[in-house]
């Protein structure tokens, strides 16, 4: 879960069980502004995902205020993905 008031360089853990789940995460940028198919988002929260357990899952997520995340991006792949609608 992000913080309540994400700040530029927060580092927190997604969860935690030894050896099964260490995922953490880290605040890279704020105030961004994304584009996908459902439209275009501002004031976005760019979170940098990964896991000591396996490198190759480092992923970028963009979470927008009101509609949650609308972009996630694996930074090793380069799979990307988009909010496509928000009913």
Not at 2 to 31: K, N, S
Not at 34 to 58: K, M, N, Q, Y
Request: glycine share 6%; hydrophobic share 45%.
């Amino acid at each position: 879960q992000i913080p309540a008031l994400p700040q530029l360089g927060d580092v927190y853990r997604m969860e935690f069980r030894l050896g099964q789940a260490e995922d953490l995460a880290r605040v890279v940028a704020v105030q961004q502004t994304v584009t996908v198919p459902a439209g275009t988002f501002t004031d976005c929260v760019a979170i940098e995902e990964w896991s000591p357990l396996d490198i190759r899952e480092l992923v970028m997520k963009y979470f927008a205020p009101n509609a949650g995340m609308v972009l996630e991006v694996n930074l090793h792949t380069g799979e990307r993905l988009e909010l496509i609608e928000v009913r």
